[in-house]
């Protein structure tokens, strides 16, 4: 059974796309990749379930 959440969360969704996008601004094309590393593996552990993660990781593979 799925236990990800996939409908946005936020009361300002646009705000957290601007977010995202900002904090990428000015950034390498490899120290963007290095950010969003980190922000993944920060998230990941915040959320603490390994099958919400696997979840995540499978949705992420199948829209390449």
């Known amino acids: 059974m799925a236990k990800l959440e996939t409908q946005s969360q936020f ?3 646009d705000a957290a796309y601007v977010a995202l ?3 990428r601004r000015g950034l390498s094309v490899e120290a963007a990749a ?3 590393t980190r ?3 920060i998230l990941a552990n915040h ?7 696997k979840e995540a990781i499978a949705l ?3 829209a390449t």
């Not at 959320?47 to 993660?53: K, N």
């Open 60 to 62: 992420a593979k199948a």
């Open 34 to 36: 290095a950010l969003d």
């Open 39 to 41: 922000l993944v593996l």
């Open 21 to 23: 996008v900002e904090a």
């Open 11 to 13: 009361d300002d969704p």
């Open 47 to 53: 959320i603490g379930d390994i099958d919400v993660l």
